[in-house]
């Protein structure tokens, strides 16, 4: 006999489990969803069959927060980076909800728009002893019921390898980064009620090879080398288990957003790239296969991966729980390389199948069977950007339109991370 349904159950509720089976979502998934989406079924509100959400410029479908969530306290850890900076501009629009926002980071953030009047930037460096770092927060009076962290160092790749193929130092240092800021609320007693911790796409294994898609948060870890993704994690979970903290992991793709200096920033290079070959009257050429061409990635709007933060940090049925951020629309190079030729009126090429690609072999099947990654390319950005032309064509554009940033400063920092977008072979899909 089946068993009687809970008090309160309604036949909505049975029919948003069914559509979410028929999506082939997992048992724990359908749990989360039920309960943000119907809290009496978790017992944390008063039973509501509806949902609020509003509408933000291009960002539909928001959640919206009960009134009486107001005077929070939040910290954002890494405030200058294009996540931490989206993260401020997301929490300085209800200055109501968010009373005091401390933004931690060596420099203050260069948007100065991300700089609310409910904001303060405290000079921190993560990579100071715990000790050090409490005394900034305890000389200021720090305290918070919310912390988002996004610090993030990137150690120099060995030499002639991967972005990120010195994988024990990014273990060694963005572990270090993390549990120097923990160990100072300690000693600070800072206690807060919900850490945001940001990691990524790299928590599934892509960067070492195809894997199974689309990615599910309940995916194993992939051990084949050390990520410092599960060493922060490992770190966050031990101190909320010792300090009755709730966490949440959020897992956005490639970032995409407007700020000052941000090496993870997709679209900047890509910009740069159009906007110099605008210059010297000559196309965009895609650097990769056909393969790489035809990809299916997911990309994750930094501001869009803020809200999302908010919504996990204040849902009470979100707590312990990790999160993919995806902008959850189908993108290939393919339709978008047309697009920003047009917008810089400049044409286009697309792989030349006879052209003689350079090609990479990745060491590992990160999904355990299958064969190892290959990647085609006929040149690469961080070539591309190291041409006389084309930094005597950036000077000239500098003059032209007043710019005073160059990204030609730091190469390797700034654009290899985008040509890995480009150039690699396999899809990228958060369910």
Same mark, same amino acid.
């Given at each position: 006999?089946?068993?009687?349904?809970?008090?309160?159950?309604?036949?909505?509720?049975?029919?948003?489990?069914?559509?979410?089976?028929?999506?082939?979502?997992?048992?724990?998934?359908?749990?989360?969803?039920?309960?943000?989406?119907?809290?009496?079924?978790?017992?944390?509100?008063?039973?509501?069959?509806?949902?609020?959400?509003?509408?933000?410029?291009?960002?539909?479908?928001?959640?919206?927060?009960?009134?009486?969530?107001?005077?929070?306290?939040?910290?954002?850890?890494?405030?200058?980076?294009?996540?931490?900076?989206?993260?401020?501009?997301?929490?300085?629009?209800?200055?109501?909800?968010?009373?005091?926002?401390?933004?931690?980071?060596?420099?203050?953030?260069?948007?100065?728009?991300?700089?609310?009047?409910?904001?303060?930037?405290?000079?921190?460096?993560?990579?100071?002893?715990?000790?050090?770092?409490?005394?900034?927060?305890?000389?200021?009076?720090?305290?918070?019921?919310?912390?988002?962290?996004?610090?993030?160092?990137?150690?120099?790749?060995?030499?002639?390898?991967?972005?990120?193929?010195?994988?024990?130092?990014?273990?060694?240092?963005?572990?270090?980064?993390?549990?120097?800021?923990?160990?100072?609320?300690?000693?600070?007693?800072?206690?807060?009620?919900?850490?945001?911790?940001?990691?990524?796409?790299?928590?599934?294994?892509?960067?070492?090879?195809?894997?199974?898609?689309?990615?599910?948060?309940?995916?194993?870890?992939?051990?084949?080398?050390?990520?410092?993704?599960?060493?922060?994690?490992?770190?966050?979970?031990?101190?909320?288990?010792?300090?009755?903290?709730?966490?949440?992991?959020?897992?956005?793709?490639?970032?995409?957003?407007? !700020?000052?200096? =941000?090496?993870?920033?997709? $679209?900047?290079?890509?910009?740069?790239?159009?906007?110099? @070959?605008?210059? &010297?009257? %000559?196309?965009?050429?895609?650097?990769?296969?056909?393969?790489?061409?035809?990809?299916?990635?997911?990309?994750?709007?930094?501001?869009?991966?803020?809200?999302?933060?908010?919504?996990?940090?204040?849902?009470?049925?979100?707590?312990?729980?990790?999160?993919?951020?995806?902008?959850?629309?189908?993108?290939?190079?393919?339709?978008?390389?047309?697009?920003?030729?047009?917008?810089?009126?400049?044409?286009?090429?697309?792989?030349?199948?006879?052209?003689?690609?350079?090609?990479?072999?990745?060491?590992?099947?990160?999904?355990?069977?299958?064969?190892?990654?290959?990647?085609?390319?006929?040149?690469?950005? !961080?070539?591309? =950007?190291?041409?006389?032309? $084309?930094?005597?064509?950036?000077?000239?554009?500098?003059? @032209?339109?007043? &710019?005073? %940033?160059?990204?030609?400063?730091?190469?390797?920092?700034?654009?290899?991370?985008?040509?890995?977008?480009?150039?690699?072979?396999?899809?990228?899909?958060?369910?």
């Amino acid at each position: 006999m089946p068993s009687p349904a809970p008090t309160g159950w309604t036949p909505q509720m049975d029919s948003f489990i069914k559509a979410l089976h028929k999506a082939g979502e997992d048992p724990e998934s359908i749990r989360i969803l039920l309960e943000a989406e119907h809290p009496a079924v978790g017992g944390k509100m008063a039973p509501s069959t509806t949902q609020v959400v509003q509408s933000k410029g291009i960002y539909h479908g928001l959640p919206t927060f009960p009134s009486d969530l107001k005077n929070l306290r939040a910290i954002v850890a890494g405030a200058n980076g294009i996540s931490g900076q989206h993260m401020l501009r997301a929490l300085s629009e209800d200055p109501d909800r968010w009373g005091q926002i401390y933004a931690l980071s060596r420099r203050p953030p260069l948007d100065k728009e991300a700089l609310g009047q409910n904001i303060k930037h405290l000079a921190v460096d993560f990579l100071s002893s715990p000790e050090a770092i409490a005394k900034i927060l305890r000389e200021e009076n720090v305290q918070a019921d919310y912390v988002f962290f996004f610090s993030y160092i990137q150690p120099p790749p060995k030499p002639g390898q991967s972005l990120w193929s010195n994988a024990e130092e990014m273990c060694e240092v963005n572990g270090r980064l993390l549990q120097n800021c923990l160990s100072a609320f300690k000693i600070a007693s800072i206690h807060p009620q919900r850490i945001v911790l940001q990691t990524g796409l790299k928590n599934y294994g892509g960067h070492l090879g195809p894997i199974s898609t689309p990615h599910i948060e309940s995916d194993p870890r992939v051990t084949i080398e050390p990520n410092f993704y599960y060493t922060q994690e490992d770190i966050l979970f031990e101190y909320c288990k010792q300090n009755s903290t709730q966490w949440n992991v959020i897992r956005p793709s490639f970032i995409l957003g407007a !700020v000052k200096d =941000a090496a993870m920033n997709m $679209v900047y290079p890509l910009s740069v790239y159009a906007a110099v @070959q605008a210059h &010297l009257k %000559q196309p965009l050429i895609f650097p990769g296969d056909y393969p790489a061409w035809d990809k299916e990635q997911i990309q994750s709007t930094a501001m869009l991966n803020s809200y999302m933060s908010q919504w996990a940090a204040l849902t009470p049925a979100a707590g312990n729980h990790a999160f993919n951020a995806g902008d959850d629309c189908p993108f290939t190079w393919c339709r978008f390389w047309p697009v920003l030729a047009s917008w810089y009126g400049v044409s286009w090429l697309p792989p030349d199948p006879n052209a003689d690609y350079k090609v990479m072999e990745l060491p590992h099947t990160p999904r355990g069977y299958g064969p190892k990654g290959k990647i085609h390319y006929t040149y690469t950005f !961080v070539e591309w =950007a190291h041409r006389p032309e $084309v930094q005597k064509a950036w000077e000239e554009l500098s003059k @032209q339109f007043g &710019l005073t %940033q160059s990204p030609f400063d730091d190469i390797e920092r700034l654009f290899t991370f985008t040509e890995l977008a480009l150039i690699v072979s396999w899809p990228w899909q958060y369910r």
